[in-house]
Structures are given as C-alpha cells and as structure tokens.
C-alpha cells in the first residue's frame, strides 16, 4: 500500500512538473558587445573619418555600438471559433427461429443511438506600448543594423522586464534617433517578470495537473 502511494505520488509530481509554463531566464540578453574601434591618430588634416561627430552628420545610429529609441506599438488580436457534432443510430433485430415448422418470437432486439456536441471560442487580445533604447551590434552589408537590448525594472512587487532584438532599416529611422516597433523585422519582444503580481497572475500546479492533458476526463 504504502509503495503504490509513493508511485502515484511520484506521477502527479512527474506530471506537476511536465505541465508547468516555461520561465524566461531573467539574464541579460546575452549578445556580446562588439570591440570597440580604437581611432587611429590625425594626420593634422580638418576631416578625421574615425571621428564620433562631423559637421556634415547627424545623430542617428548607423554603426556598431549607437544606441537606438525604440518605439512599442505593438497590438494583437485572435478569435477562433470551432463547433463539432456528430451522431450514430444503430439496431438489430433477431429473426424469428422455426422450430417444428412453427416460427417462436425470440424476442430479441439491440439498438444504441451515440451522439456528441461540442463548441469552442477562444478570443485573445494584447497591447504593448512604450520605448526600449537597444545598441546596435552588427551593420550588414546591405545596410541592415542588428539591434538587441533589454530594460529591468525592479519595482517593489517584484521584478520585470522587456527585452527586443531584431533587423532595422537605416532609413526607417527617423530624425530623432527614433524607430516604430513595427519596423523592426525579425522582431523577438518579451515582456515578463516575476514576484509578488507575477505569481497572483498564474495558475498553481494543482490547477495546471487537472487542466492538463495528463487527467483522462
């Protein structure tokens, strides 16, 4: 008896840990930062190519290692809707048996009518504004700037954070050193956190087991 206990015990953990939500690691975001350029020395003329501010330039990030504003205007909404139905009537009748040249009734009938219903609707929606400032870690050669960075707030109820990386267009940036979101390809956004109001928000793993695909009702 006591053996059996332990095995289930065992399996509801086994499964406890089988259904819970993947945690995104509270790490930084893990890009290296490319090596600075070290500038090499004048030549005593008035234009010096590695300088960081000419006359003629403006203060957008072109290069590896600016700092760029991105703007969050992110929305999303999905709806699906799905319905099934489907039945099954079946019966069987036993013919009658001839004993002594005289049909005798059995009697004997089987029927069995199944059916089942279903409807499902799910409807999801999602907003993210803001701003991230991200550096800019690889210019390449068709001008493309690979951009990565991540803001931490640690706030008294815990701990959150938005991290961005992705692939913009030098030309989408505007004179303010500024990007939309929404010109970001490749975009990867997280937006989590953990604490006090992040763990209020999520199921326990009680609940997560008998809402899992483990229970067989």
């Known amino acids: 008896m006591r053996a059996a206990a332990v095995a289930l015990a065992a399996a509801v953990l086994s499964g406890c840990a089988a259904v819970s939500p993947p945690q995104a690691p509270l790490v930084p975001a893990g890009d290296p930062m490319p090596a ?17 501010w000419t006359l003629h330039s403006d203060t957008r990030a072109f290069r590896v290692g600016d700092v760029l504003t991105v703007g969050l205007d992110e929305t999303t909404q999905a709806s699906k809707t799905a319905g099934t139905q489907y ?34 609707t799910s409807t999801q929606q999602n907003a993210l504004t803001g701003s991230i400032t991200v550096v800019v870690l690889e210019v390449l050669p ?3 700037l690979r951009i990565s960075g991540e803001k931490s707030l640690y706030l008294n109820q815990g701990e959150e954070f938005v991290r961005l990386a ?26 989590s956190g953990r604490g006090t109001l992040a763990d209020a928000n999520s199921a326990g793993w009680l609940t997560r087991f008998f809402n899992s695909p483990w229970m067989p009702f």
Not at 42 to 50: I, K, Y
Not at 105 to 115: I, L, N, P
Not at 166 to 191: C, L
């Open 87 to 120: 039945g099954k009537e079946s019966s069987t009748t036993v013919s009658p048996l001839v004993v002594g040249g005289k049909s005798q009734k059995t009697g004997v009938e089987f029927g069995a009518d199944r059916s089942f219903k279903g409807n499902a």
């Open 166 to 191: 992705g692939y913009v267009r030098a030309g989408d940036i505007d004179t303010d050193n500024r990007v939309s979101s929404q010109r970001v390809a490749n975009a990867r956004i997280v937006y």
């Open 142 to 144: 068709n001008g493309l």
């Open 36 to 52: 600075p350029v070290r500038a090499r020395g004048q030549a005593g003329g008035v234009f010096v190519a590695d300088s960081a």
